[in-house]
């Protein structure tokens, strides 16, 4: 991934004008357990509300146990938000993502982990 997208908007919007990303800070903590480990907890989530998806949980990368966390080589493309890279905690593979170059609209969620929630031991809201 060598592009810097953040200064770039981001072609999806551009493509789809009609297509809405929101992004909620709730105030209540959130905790992601997997295999019965706390792998992320936080009063600082993001909430992203996408046209067409689920709800989805990003955590600042400080209030995620990384030192459980292997970055892999999977990388994949969202014209919204940019090139995703994606990290594995214990056994399961490619469990979290992050974008930590998007677009210029999706700034906000730089560096943040979300999770596979079905993955994970509950679901996160």
């Not at 929101?22 to 105030?27: C, K, L, N, R, S």
């Not at 146990?65 to 593979?93: I, N, Q, V």
Request: glycine share 4%; proline share 7%; charged share 25%.
């Amino acid at each position: 991934m060598e592009a810097n997208h953040a200064t770039e908007n981001a072609p999806g919007f551009a493509k789809y004008p009609d297509y809405k990303i929101d992004i909620d800070t709730p105030t209540a903590e959130i905790t992601a357990m997997l295999q019965g480990k706390v792998i992320a907890s936080s009063k600082n989530v993001l909430i992203v509300r996408e046209s067409n998806h689920v709800p989805v949980v990003y955590f600042p990368p400080g209030d995620v146990r990384l030192d459980l966390a292997t970055r892999t080589d999977k990388e994949s493309f969202c014209p919204f938000k940019g090139d995703a890279t994606y990290w594995t905690f214990g056994d399961e593979k490619n469990i979290a993502w992050s974008y930590e170059d998007p677009f210029l609209e999706m700034q906000k969620i730089k560096g943040y982990l979300a999770f596979y929630t079905d993955r994970l031991d509950a679901p996160l809201i």
